[in-house]
Nanobody, 118 residues
Framework: VQLQAYGGGLVQGGGSMRLSCAAS????????MGWYRQAPEKQRELVAG???????NYADSVKGRFTISRDNTKNTAYLQMNSLKPEDTAIYYC?????????????WGQGTLVTVSS
């Protein structure tokens, strides 16, 4: 499975940005797609995740500001980020976890930098 992330760049504080992540290859129907981020000198953390059935979860720090969605026909997940803050600055990584016949497989995208200016 390959993950290609789109979006990222520089945005002013309070602004919005949308990230996209397209999965290709052997994408199974049962999976969880998500976005993680890693700020300088910090550990990678989960931002948001969404199951193939549409169940979502968010980090407390982004609840009410970020929305994750997906289009299963395109194997693509989206992260709409609103009211961005400088502390949202990080490299954002797309992730997919797949389950089939009891086997769990996880894949990562290459990361895209989001910089929020104050």
């Amino acid at each position: 499975v390959q993950l290609q992330a789109y979006g990222g760049g520089l945005v002013q504080g309070g602004g919005s940005m949308r990230l996209s992540c397209a999965a290709s290859g052997s994408v199974f129907s049962l999976n969880v797609m998500g976005w993680y981020r890693q700020a300088p000198e910090k550990q990678r953390e989960l931002v948001a995740g969404i199951t193939s059935g549409g169940i979502t979860n968010y980090a407390d720090s982004v609840k009410g500001r970020f929305t994750i969605s997906r289009d299963n026909t395109k194997n693509t997940a989206y992260l709409q980020m609103n009211s961005l803050k400088p502390e949202d600055t990080a490299i954002y990584y797309c992730n997919i976890v797949q389950y089939r016949l009891g086997v769990r497989r996880e894949y990562w995208g290459q990361g895209t930098l989001v910089t929020v200016s104050s």
